[in-house]
């Protein structure tokens, strides 16, 4: 069952068109249609086993769909080469890895081509001070660690963000501060999906909110 | 036969540190003992007839080479094709030594000295291929949110997964690289024993022992590469994605 309530569709970063989703036999989604706009923050709720993370992984073919496609500003990702894909629509997953080495090792993660300054500015935009940059990233709190994963996104200068339970883990202070992230992030022209049990928080953050 | 009973002693000894450990390896250990024994009978009752005739040392290098590409294949547990992809890594490994050794003539075709310098380098390479592999494919389980990680943000499959290959690799070469550093100081290798025992001096063994290890350091370096190269290759799935073994 799928219900529509307020979903913008202006300009969408990122749609899917029919999109079919099955694993191990069972379809989890069929004919599903989304538009996230830019500027818009989407809000997918629905409780567990749903479907809504085979979803994320879906639209950035860490899983392939049964059937319908996804478009990201326009152009269908099967077109797009998978790693390109994955820097224009970052996921974040839920309970974010940290990889090994510092936070500034982590921002710069497979990019060929990147300045200081491009980092510095996506951990800024998560309310980090620049001091976390030389931070052992394993060794960071919850909170701070899910901010970095989106600073690491961020870097790869995305068009859309997944973000999947990105307050699951979180006290009220960090829940609360990524609530905000999640508002400033649309407010950059960003897309903004984000996949949460916590109906309070996508009415809090959300412009638009599809049930599963 | 004192020796072998002595020996089939220290079998019991251990099938017995193994209930008393409950470590559960009562079965293997006394299958193990078994085996070896009656391989090494066999092997006895027919090397004669191998070291003259060159056509039977052909066949025997190509059961010891299928043998190890079973052995090492059963490790490679859920990834597509193992047994290919492991008996490609052993093969690739001993020739990277056995080629230069023969060609230079280092050592001669003669089934004497091809056959026993073949058992070593296939049975280097089959333990670095078996260690290597099974570790890789244990991290492909185990570490799969990292891996999957490093794939959303942007990289191809060999560059996620270059991490758990070098953590594989270094694990699989790891008791070469003990043995050589440690060599005459805390173990006797048994190329160098063996050729004591039988006469030789301990000048001459412990080149023929030098030799052979140097050459398995390019084996298993050889054979370690190749098969995490061919595990990553038969769990990318179009993509740039991972379907994890099993």
């Not at chain 2, 070098?166 to 805390?186: F, P, S, Y």
């Amino acid at each position: 069952m799928v219900a529509f309530d307020n979903v913008g569709v202006s300009v969408p970063r990122l749609k899917t068109e029919k999109l079919t989703i099955a694993r191990g036999g069972r379809t989890l989604l069929r004919g599903f249609d989304l538009a996230v706009g830019a500027g818009e923050v989407i809000a997918l709720v629905g409780p567990s086993g749903v479907g809504k993370s085979s979803l994320l992984r879906t639209l950035v073919r860490l899983d392939e769909p049964a059937g319908g496609r996804v478009l990201v500003d326009g152009i269908d990702a099967s077109e797009l080469e998978p790693c390109a894909l994955r820097r224009r629509v970052g996921l974040v997953m839920q309970a974010p890895v940290m990889l090994e080495g510092d936070v500034r090792a982590n921002l710069a993660y497979g990019l060929e081509a990147h300045d200081e300054a491009a980092l510095a500015a996506a951990l800024a935009a998560t309310g980090l001070d620049p001091e976390f940059m030389t931070r052992t990233a394993r060794e960071l709190s919850g909170g701070e660690a899910a901010r970095v994963a989106v600073a690491r996104a961020l870097a790869r200068d995305p068009v859309a963000l997944l973000l999947d339970e990105p307050t699951a883990a979180l006290d009220s202070a960090s829940a609360a501060a990524v609530e905000t992230l999640v508002r400033d992030l649309a407010d950059r022209g960003l897309g903004v999906l984000v996949v949460t049990h916590d109906e309070a928080l996508a009415d809090r953050t959300a412009d638009g909110l599809v049930r599963l | 036969m004192t020796q072998v009973v002595v020996a089939a002693g220290l079998v019991v000894v251990a099938i017995l540190l193994s209930r008393v450990g409950k470590l559960g390896l009562e079965r293997d250990l006394a299958i193990t003992a078994l085996r070896a024994a009656v391989q090494l009978a066999a092997v006895g009752a027919i090397i004669t007839l191998v070291f003259d005739h060159a056509g039977l040392a052909a066949v025997f290098v190509a059961v010891m080479l299928a043998t190890a590409t079973f052995t090492s294949g059963r490790r490679l547990r859920g990834v597509p094709d193992a047994p290919w992809r492991a008996g490609a890594a052993i093969a690739a490994g001993a020739a990277t030594g056995l080629v230069p050794l023969l060609v230079s003539g280092a050592f001669s075709t003669t089934p004497r000295e091809l056959i026993p310098v073949a058992g070593i380098l296939i049975g280097g390479a089959m333990v670095a291929t078996s260690v290597t592999g099974q570790r890789l494919v244990e991290q492909l389980v185990d570490d799969v949110a990292a891996i999957e990680t490093r794939l959303a943000l942007g990289v191809p499959v060999r560059e996620a997964l270059a991490a758990n290959v070098r953590r594989a690799a270094t694990t699989g070469l790891i008791g070469i690289l003990d043995q050589t550093k440690n060599v005459g100081l805390v173990t006797l290798p048994g190329t160098f024993v063996g050729l004591v025992l039988g006469g030789a001096s301990p000048a001459d063994a412990a080149r023929v022992q030098l030799t052979v290890l140097l050459a398995l350091l390019a084996v298993e370096v050889m054979a370690a590469l190749i098969v995490a190269r061919l595990v990553v290759a038969g769990v990318t799935a179009p993509g740039e994605r991972i379907t994890r073994p099993g």
